[in-house]
């Protein structure tokens, strides 16, 4: 089992940026195909971008496409989520995925962009 656990979340304007980190508890995590996944109040979860145990592959919904990038650091065990541009449909809390033998969650982070 691993234990995942993000960070960098906040309040940040409409147009602004924010970087999230999710560091995982196994020394095994580049094994571990990754993913990022929001959940507005009232909504769905919904995969937001995905990258691959090398970092080699990463895929992201059409709504964060050229705005959110997705990397991974295996030396540091930890998977990062690069937001530009924010907008206000993109609060939400967001949590990280790890897929290995199983599927792990984190305990999410809030982002909130508002005026």
């Known amino acids: 089992q691993v234990q995942l656990v993000e960070s960098g979340g906040g309040l940040v304007q409409p147009g602004g940026s924010l970087r999230l980190s999710c560091t995982a508890s196994?020394?095994?995590?580049?094994?571990?195909?990754m993913s990022w996944y929001r959940q507005a109040p009232g909504k769905e979860r919904e995969l937001v971008a995905s990258i691959s145990s090398t970092g080699g592959s990463t895929n992201y919904a059409d709504s964060v496409k050229g705005r959110f990038t997705i990397s991974r650091d295996n030396a540091k065990n930890t998977v990062y989520l690069q937001m530009n541009s924010l907008k206000p449909e993109d609060t939400a809390v967001y949590y990280c995925n790890a897929r290995f033998l199983g599927m792990y969650w984190g305990q999410g982070t809030q982002v909130t962009v508002s005026s």
């Open positions: 196994r020394s095994t995590f580049s094994n571990y195909a």
